[in-house]
């Protein structure tokens, strides 16, 4: 497979294209560019690529040890806090269309570009693919940089009832599908989708480059084109206006009866304008086609709806890039990044599954009080005792803050808050709704 895309590689090194530009630090404006190809090596196989963060292209005469050349580089912003670490996923996906083929499962390493001074550009193991006969997504899981965006393949053009091109190669006796394919049976078949290059930028580098005129302190080579690409797509966001506030929170999905088949199908409940505001504000999703409004939130659950809340009301999107292994762990840390939490919060230092647990009600109003800033939890009650709310209760402050905000109420008439008690999906609907839309927070008195 790597000898594939090696040959793919040499041959694109020797095409030539165009374009210009981008930009960092401050705000860059982006788009999501889709674009459908045919497969590298088969005709009959098409992608639709969809890039999200794409700023543009330049044409870059690199010098690699594949071979050298002019070619055109895809070029992507992706903004610090949308890095799960030194990792952005999903950064490349593809809807594939075969035609009469079969095409094998594919799950491989990606190429990095690292360049040391005067030496050119090396590659090391940058990041993974995963393919198959009708998707692909492409993880690029160390850091900024420069990478190959191709996915390399084996296809038939029947089926020959292989569920891979390694069964395929032992059903007609050959060692393994680069022998087989070498040895031109017309059984089996190979391909690529994607890009040649992808230069994937985040705020660091994208700095780094507008002092120095190079991505990192190893390289030397100077990205022409790339600084009128940054200042075309740089803006300034409206001071009289301001970025931050409840207007931010706009309806972003269609919501309909019996989207979700336990929420106001059968019969009304409590909850189901709470389900629903969530759903079209984008905070909260089901599963399989339920909210499960009785199921139990887990705390990772809680940090992302409070993770969308906090980027929401800031000016930003409310989507992050979820880690396929690991769903939650960029939502750890943009609350971390952002004060929502510390690393030590729940026991995390030590307890691996500790976002895994189980959410107490003082758990979730920690977390859901420190996603909004104090202006945007204005005390609407006046409230100095809670009935089971004490001084050595954990969270207790949040607790307040949230009943004198109107975001909680209690879950009684004497407005007990039940700190240790787990919350409900349903529950937590209520809440983070409150939290979005002032108008639905509750006035109330504790006798």
Aim: charged fraction near 20%; hydrophobic fraction near 35%.
């Amino acid at each position: 497979m790597r000898r594939l895309l090696a040959a793919v590689l040499t041959a694109a090194m020797l095409l030539a294209s165009a374009v210009p530009a981008l930009a960092a630090d401050k705000v860059y404006s982006t788009e999501t560019k889709k674009t459908t190809v045919q497969a590298e090596g088969v005709s009959s196989v098409k992608a639709t690529l969809t890039v999200p963060g794409y700023l543009g292209e330049l044409t870059a005469e690199l010098n690699t040890s594949e071979g050298s050349g002019k070619i055109d580089v895809i070029v992507v912003y992706v903004p610090n806090d949308k890095w799960d670490g030194k990792c952005y996923y999903s950064g490349i996906t593809a809807n594939i269309k075969s035609g009469l083929n079969t095409i094998y499962p594919a799950y491989e390493d990606i190429i990095k570009w690292n360049e040391y001074y005067s030496s050119g550009f090396l590659p090391t193991a940058g990041g993974i693919y995963i393919l198959d006969s009708t998707s692909l997504q492409m993880n690029f899981l160390e850091g900024p940089g420069l990478y190959t965006a191709l996915a390399s393949f084996y296809y038939s053009p029947s089926n020959y009832g292989a569920s891979s091109a390694e069964d395929l190669a032992a059903k007609y006796g050959y060692a393994d599908a680069e022998s087989m394919l070498a040895a031109g049976r017309s059984e089996l078949g190979a391909g690529a989708v994607g890009f040649p290059f992808i230069l994937v930028l985040n705020d660091d580098m994208v700095s780094h480059f507008l002092r120095n005129g190079r991505l990192d302190s190893h390289s030397s080579y100077g990205w022409p084109g790339l600084k009128e690409l940054l200042e075309e797509h740089e803006y300034k966001p409206s001071s009289s206006s301001g970025n931050e506030g409840f207007s931010n929170f706009q309806i972003r999905n269609r919501y309909y009866k019996g989207i979700f088949l336990d929420v106001g199908f059968d019969a009304p409940a409590w909850y189901d304008s709470y389900a629903e505001t969530c759903y079209k504000l984008g905070l909260m999703q089901g599963m399989d086609g339920k909210f499960n409004p009785s199921g139990n939130l887990t705390i990772a659950q809680a940090l992302a709806m409070a993770c969308r809340v906090h980027n929401i009301y800031r000016g930003d999107s409310g989507d992050f890039t979820q880690n396929p292994r690991n769903w939650y762990s960029v939502y750890v840390n943009y609350a971390i990044e952002n004060g929502i939490i510390t690393a030590y919060d729940f026991n995390a230092y030590r307890d691996q599954g500790a976002y895994e647990r189980t959410c107490t009600r003082a758990e979730m109003a920690y977390i859901f009080a420190r996603c909004l800033p104090p202006e945007g939890l204005d005390i609407k009650n006046v409230v100095n005792t809670i009935p089971d709310v004490t001084i050595t209760t954990p969270y207790r402050n949040e607790i307040f803050t949230l009943y004198r905000s109107g975001v909680a109420e209690g879950s009684d008439k004497q407005h007990s808050y039940r700190p240790s008690s787990y919350i409900t999906r349903a529950e937590a609907a209520a809440i983070i709704t409150r939290m979005a839309d002032p108008s639905q927070r509750k006035s109330f008195v504790i006798e």
